[in-house]
């Protein structure tokens, strides 16, 4: 059996990836099950202190692992353990992906590039399949667009729209710096997907999505300028921009009625029965763990007792509070409410590390992967879901692994 592991450990880690793929967007399950078997094909008779030790002396990756230590430091201040374990068990990959990744064989450009455009190509396909059901019961779907409701996705159509944008971005990633033995169909045709990414975004009128979107590439754009001083592409870029949600805004009914049903829902931030609706509920949520945060600055109420928590607040806001109580809404708040200035400060260390260490914000996937995230965290708590977390992971460890590709490379060629 070993040995047939060994023979078919790149097949294995192919298959394996793709199922983690297709399930961040359709099977928590299926995303648990690759996860694990990543873990015991990669970490299966390893030199575990030789590994351990290689491990310690690379913070992009080590750092990463800190994100699960500050919640398991918040159970110290957690009387709900079963709250904890829920939420120590949703963090469980940082402590375990980057070390599978680390010991992954370093990707070159074309194998990393092949996991973009295979992320990219699932999401078209996925995309298609969402439209199509979309169109099939057109009128009734986009009337309920216009009283708050969304294109109905195969997960959380704030995410899905997420993963979307990135797939765009990094497309066009992909298509302005291309592989060199690259065939002018397959440009084409990723050019051809990027397009219709794009659109059927803008079709979905997630504002989330939307958002990540127009960031990713104003700062693709100005990464262009500033590094390769390509201002025809960022010319280009900033053009449609401006261009696209007007004629988004005029075209598509969608984007419309999704656009009308925010401005009314803004007029209802300040009554009671804003507490039922989208925009409206996230600013209490928001307040809510402000409120919390004020109560416990240094540690949090305990990531464990944080719903409860939250719960008590919403019965002093409200005559009867919502039959559904929101964490807040804002990854920086949640954690500053759970778990403290403390806990934020381990937070944006386990965070940051990767970006900053050795600069690897140069890379310009990770780069906006960074943007998109942390774009993300100031209307969701992201990393309070499982398929968040992977997405994130996912991305950020293939980039950091094609870097170790690099420097290896420019390592040998100064020898």
């Known amino acids: ?198 659109l059927i975004l803008h079709i979905l009128s997630v504002r989330s999505g939307l958002a990540v979107l127009y960031i990713g590439y104003f700062i693709l754009s100005f990464w262009y300028v500033f590094a390769q001083r390509r201002w025809n592409i960022a010319i280009v870029a900033f053009g449609l921009m401006i261009l696209l949600p007007v004629l988004a805004y005029n075209f598509v009914p969608s984007f419309y009625n999704k656009v009308a049903y925010s401005k009314w829902d803004f007029t209802k931030i300040n009554v009671e029965e804003g507490k039922i609706y989208s925009d409206s509920g996230r600013l209490y949520s928001l307040k809510a763990g402000l409120t919390l945060f004020k109560s416990s600055p240094i540690l949090g109420t305990g990531i464990g007792d944080l719903k409860e928590a939250c719960a008590n607040v919403y019965d002093t806001m409200f005559e009867e509070p919502p039959y559904v109580i929101k964490y807040p809404h804002n990854q920086f708040i949640f954690t500053l409410s759970g778990m403290g200035i403390i806990g934020l400060i381990i937070f944006l260390i386990g965070l940051l590390t990767s970006f900053f260490k050795n600069k690897n914000y140069r890379q310009p996937v990770l780069f906006i992967l960074y943007a998109i995230i942390i774009s993300s965290f100031l209307v969701e708590n992201t990393f309070e879901r499982a398929n968040g977390i992977a997405f994130f992971l996912l991305f950020l460890l293939l980039t950091l692994n094609h870097i170790d590709f690099r420097t290896e490379v420019q390592r040998q060629l100064k020898h």
């Open 1 to 198: 059996m070993n040995d047939l592991l060994t023979k078919n450990k790149e097949r294995l880690t192919t298959l394996l990836l793709w199922l983690y793929i297709i399930g961040l967007v359709y099977s928590p399950f299926l995303l648990s099950i690759s996860m694990l078997a990543l873990f015991v094909i990669f970490l299966w008779r390893i030199n575990w202190r030789d590994s351990v030790k290689r491990f310690s002396k690379a913070p992009s990756y080590f750092a990463i692992c800190i994100i699960f230590l500050g919640v398991f430091i918040s159970g110290i201040n957690s009387s709900n353990t079963q709250e904890w374990l829920h939420h120590l068990q949703l963090k469980l990959p940082f402590l375990v992906l980057p070390f599978v990744f680390f010991n992954m064989p370093k990707l070159n450009k074309e194998k990393y590039y092949y996991w973009l455009r295979a992320f990219t190509a699932f999401m078209f396909v996925s995309g298609v399949i969402v439209m199509w059901q979309y169109f099939a019961n057109y009128e009734v779907i986009t009337q309920k667009i216009g009283e708050g409701q969304s294109i109905p996705t195969p997960c959380s159509h704030i995410r899905y729209s997420l993963f979307m944008a990135f797939a765009a971005i990094s497309c066009s990633i992909t298509i302005i710096s291309p592989l060199r033995q690259q065939t002018n169909i397959l440009k084409y045709t990723f050019i051809g997907i990027n397009i219709l990414l794009i």
